[in-house]
């Protein structure tokens, strides 16, 4: 793995050029006030602003580089096997809906970049979900039947643009992909112009909510705002305990250039072999970046994601040959119980808190779903899809409740089960065996720590239990982060939050304690 390859920045950010804002100081006010800058954040504000209204965006690290970042942009409405799994659960009216409210989404991001003139790489491309083991044909069928009865132009096929023979696949024709920090470049542009405010480097830690919601930040700065958006992935701020409906899988991504005559020309994915996603972007020379996702797994379940990226990249070079990697990064994304996401009104936080979750790795229709249908809620309008992603909603409670009580089960287990299972005294070899690079939890005056070994030979360590609700975390090889099995929770090395919903870092311990 060459050097660019290890860094773990996207091609989405080391190609695009992102404006940069100054961290808030002091005290503001505005109509809106959205809690993060992914394309959920910019999407809602970007609707708020253009309908007149004041908006301020603050944002914990820099704009866009949380899941938005990391994504593998595909602008879809056909969502693996989603339709057949909707049908059943909830019925051929939901199924339905969805199908249109996604690609009611795909349509609005056409729209917009027409309307602002955004150069972002927008191309037309056929969807795929396919298997490649004849096992799988059946539930296809199912799944083109379902999806063309939803409304989509779907159908069931045997033969795609990928270099090796599938058993099966639904197509759906007339979807998009694009590059979504070039976008959404286009959209922060129009927003400021519109008298947005953006702050980054401003990480909110206290939601008082009422009329008007008071937010706090990191640094003791204030906002005062009629209305508050969290917009954060995963939930913070969750007192409604949304957590407890959602589920987390992080994803490998791959990347490299191979000639035009080796693209599939199409967007396609599997949940054989440890899932696989496969789609192209455009490149200056007339190639094309081949981009491909897999090797799903939970953050903080002690996955060897080195040995992830190694299955990605054999199995890349076996069916794309002389494909080398010249990028790679993770994805992480969040799944609702009853597989629908959840938009609107944040349960417990009054009328004036809203939030978006739960996409299941279709985050680009998902979020611009989103921001048009917190944007239409915060101007006092009716939902535009009738609550069908309402995060207060409770018909589905009992369809849900095996998959509910899985995740509760899972997450219940690594509280309990990580403590036990927790190292003996550092000074017991654990520590001393560590190679530079490596990363383990052991037990240090009866609690929990996280230690790492840099490539300098110097020791890190930290608190092991997250901050968020106190579940012991893990390392993540590949990345050098502590991640949290329980909800997702992300730290760097010396503790700090890379990703929620954890706010606090993780409390710095003395190696030399060890």
């Avoid at 659960?89 to 989404?105: E, I, L, P, T, W």
């Avoid at 629908?340 to 611009?368: E, I, S």
Wanted: with cysteine; charged share 20%; glycine share 12%.
């Amino acid at each position: 793995m060459n050097r660019l390859a290890d860094t773990g920045q996207s091609y989405w950010m080391r190609t695009a050029t992102l404006p940069s804002f100054a961290p808030l100081s002091g005290a503001a006010e505005a109509d809106v006030a959205v809690i993060g800058s992914g394309i959920v954040g910019l999407s809602t504000a970007w609707e708020l602003a253009r309908a007149g209204m004041s908006v301020v965006v603050l944002e914990a690290a820099a704009l866009a580089s949380g899941v938005t970042g990391h994504t593998t942009a595909k602008i879809t409405a056909l969502h693996t096997a989603v339709y057949d799994t909707l049908r059943s659960k909830h019925g051929d009216d939901v199924a339905r809906q969805y199908a249109a409210s996604q690609s009611a989404a795909l349509r609005h991001v056409i729209e917009v970049s027409g309307e602002l003139g955004i150069e972002c790489e927008l191309e037309r491309r056929p969807a795929f979900t396919y298997c490649e083991e004849p096992e799988g044909v059946d539930a296809l069928r199912a799944e083109a039947d379902a999806a063309r009865a939803a409304g989509l132009n779907a159908s069931f096929v045997t033969a795609t643009g990928l270099p090796f023979p599938v058993a099966g696949a639904v197509r759906v024709e007339d979807q998009a992909q694009f590059h979504p920090l070039k976008y959404l470049t286009g959209l922060v542009e129009d927003l400021v112009a519109l008298g947005g405010r953006l702050h980054e480097r401003t990480r909110v830690t206290q939601l008082d909510d009422g009329d008007p919601c008071r937010l706090t930040t990191d640094s003791g700065a204030t906002v005062t705002a009629r209305h508050v958006v969290v917009a954060t992935h995963h939930p913070v701020f969750d007192d409604a305990l949304l957590a407890t409906r959602l589920s987390q899988h992080r994803d490998l991504v791959i990347a490299g250039p191979v000639p035009a005559g080796q693209d599939p020309e199409g967007m396609y994915i599997s949940e054989e072999n440890g899932k696989r996603s496969v789609r192209t972007s455009p490149l200056a020379d007339g190639g094309r970046l081949l981009i491909i996702t897999g090797e799903a797994f939970t953050p903080g379940t002690g996955e060897d994601t080195e040995a992830g990226y190694a299955r990605l990249q054999s199995w890349a070079e076996q069916h794309f040959p002389g494909f080398s990697t010249a990028h790679r990064w993770a994805a992480q994304d969040n799944s609702s119980t009853d597989t629908l996401p959840l938009v609107g009104r944040l349960p417990a936080k009054g009328d004036n808190v809203y939030v978006a979750t739960g996409f299941a790795g279709w985050g680009m229709t998902g979020g611009v779903l989103a921001g048009t249908i917190i944007a239409s809620l915060v101007r006092g309008d009716e939902d535009p899809w009738g609550g069908l992603y309402d995060p207060g909603r409770v018909g589905s409670a009992v369809r849900s409740a095996p998959t509910f009580l899985k995740a509760q089960w899972d997450v219940g287990k690594h509280f309990v089960k990580d403590r036990l299972e927790t190292l003996g005294d550092g000074t017991n070899g654990p520590v001393e065996d560590l190679r530079p690079g490596e990363g383990t939890v052991v037990r240090a005056g009866g609690k929990p720590c996280a230690v790492h070994r840099d490539d300098q030979g110097e020791l890190h360590a930290v608190s092991a239990v997250c901050t968020h609700m106190g579940c012991v975390v893990d390392f993540n090889n590949a990345e050098r982060t502590w991640e949290c099995p329980c909800h997702g929770s992300r730290f760097g090395i010396d503790g700090e939050v890379l990703q929620g919903p954890a706010l606090s870092p993780l409390e710095r311990r003395d190696p030399t304690d060890l």
